[in-house]
């Protein structure tokens, strides 16, 4: 049965709020520490794929960063974030759109993904998606993914994920980005229960 994304995703962002999903993070510390190891400056262009109502913005904001994309393929968790950040909502380019239908107008020196790109199971979403990161990110730019590990669960929200380890992520990436960091991490959602993640900080050549 072919999958309705969209819908899928829609219907999730209106009938949870956001502490009710299992990938919520009140503060998103590994991301930040990850994003805060390298040499960006606030100018940096920064783009969060597969956000929904990841606080990952707010944080951002925080610490001063002028140029950041928040893209989702729900249209209701763009909206939900905008109403959380109330005014500062204008500081941000806010895309609705499916990943792989992505076309980007500017090239970003951050591509941070944290539990969006696991969701691809068919090998031509999978290039697609690999294709458009090389096409956006800038020389020198880097790359964080995060994704399910070979530990983690194999369905997230109803869905199949990919799972990935250290050698299976940096083989799809190599033509155009070196792995230089990568380690697990484990996830423990609202509900009490644990999730393995790997998260992998990509550099371009």
Same mark, same amino acid.
């Given at each position: 049965m072919t999958v309705n994304f969209k819908s899928h995703w829609?219907? %999730? &962002?209106? !009938? +949870?709020?956001?502490?009710? #999903?299992? =990938? &919520?993070?009140? %503060?998103?510390? +590994?991301?930040? $520490?990850?994003i805060n190891s390298l040499n960006l400056t606030t100018e940096s262009k920064i783009i969060d794929v597969g956000a929904g109502e990841s606080r990952l913005v707010d944080n951002l904001l925080r610490l001063g960063f002028k140029n950041i994309t928040v893209l989702d393929i729900s249209s209701k968790s763009i909206e939900k974030t905008k109403q959380r950040l109330g005014k500062k909502s204008k500081l941000v380019n806010w895309v #609705?759109?499916?990943? %792989? $239908?992505? @076309?980007?107008?500017?090239?970003? $020196? !951050? =591509?941070?993904?944290?539990?969006?790109?696991?969701? !691809? *199971?068919? +090998? *031509?979403? @999978?290039? +697609? &998606?690999v294709d458009l990161v090389n096409n956006s990110v800038n020389s020198q730019g880097n790359l964080i993914l995060s994704t399910f590990s070979t530990n983690g669960p194999l369905k997230c929200s109803g869905l199949q994920i990919s799972q990935y380890n250290k050698n299976s992520i940096s083989e799809l990436f190599k033509e155009e980005f070196k792995l230089s960091y990568s380690e697990t991490s484990v996830h423990q959602t609202p509900f009490n229960t644990n999730q393995e993640f790997i998260f992998n900080i990509f550099s371009k050549y």
């Open positions: 829609e219907n %999730v &962002y209106q !009938l +949870k709020n956001e502490n009710e #999903v299992s =990938w &919520y993070q009140e %503060v998103p510390s +590994k991301s930040l $520490d990850l #609705v759109s499916d990943i %792989v $239908d992505f @076309i980007p107008d500017e090239r970003f $020196d !951050l =591509w941070h993904d944290r539990a969006a790109f696991h969701f !691809l *199971t068919q +090998k *031509t979403r @999978i290039n +697609k &998606y």
